[in-house]
């Protein structure tokens, strides 16, 4: 039942905001140029990698060594503008309708904290991540990871479709007064570098 609500909604929505996204794609290719399309590694369901597509909302820039400035001096007023209204993440409806993500689930984090998570924090991958989620709702990117995971541990032991409707209703909400998008200081979340929870 989950997966054929995924479908029927994502492709939905795909098509309802498809003029956005090319507009969001047009002016993504004039402001910071291309590539227009960020794909990024992420694990998926029992950690099965899959590549997540996000409309692109850094520029390139890059310090005298080649290596890629912080994230805070890449991203411009109009990438914190999509993000704020999550317009970066549209193009995650099709991952839906690949079967990667679900609408709801634990967000896919990157690939180098597998070996960091406890016991406890790996749960979240036994079930397929989505594009929102219990965390999402409940702060996204200004609550601490420790608050993160219990929470998405709490969706994977609690979920039902029931819960996934009040998920989906609540993001719509967060979404609207862009709420949590940044973490402190912080433009994006800040790294995690593990935890002493068990």
Not at 22 to 41: D, N
Not at 166 to 186: A, P, Q, Y
């Amino acid at each position: 039942m989950k997966r054929v609500f995924d479908l029927c909604v994502a492709i939905s929505l795909l098509l309802l905001f498809l003029p956005i996204i090319g507009i969001v794609a047009l002016l993504i290719k004039l402001k910071l140029g291309s590539p227009v399309i960020f794909k990024q590694q992420r694990p998926g369901l029992h950690e099965k990698p899959i590549n997540i597509l996000k409309l692109r909302s850094m520029t390139d820039a890059r310090d005298s060594e080649g290596n890629l400035l912080p994230d805070s001096m890449r991203l411009t007023a109009f990438g914190s503008f999509l993000r704020k209204f999550s317009l970066d993440e549209l193009l995650q409806l099709v991952n839906v309708i690949k079967g990667d993500l679900s609408l709801v689930g634990p967000r896919p984090l990157l690939m180098d904290y597998l070996s960091l998570y406890s016991e406890e924090q790996a749960k979240r991958h036994l079930v397929r991540p989505g594009i929102t989620g219990w965390a999402q709702v409940h702060g996204r990117n200004a609550i601490s990871w420790e608050e993160k995971f219990k929470l998405d541990i709490w969706y994977v032991e609690n979920r039902s479709f029931m819960l996934d409707l009040k998920i989906l209703v609540l993001t719509v909400g967060k979404v609207v007064k862009s709420e949590g998008v940044s973490h402190g200081n912080h433009v994006t979340m800040e790294k995690f570098s593990g935890s002493n929870l068990s």
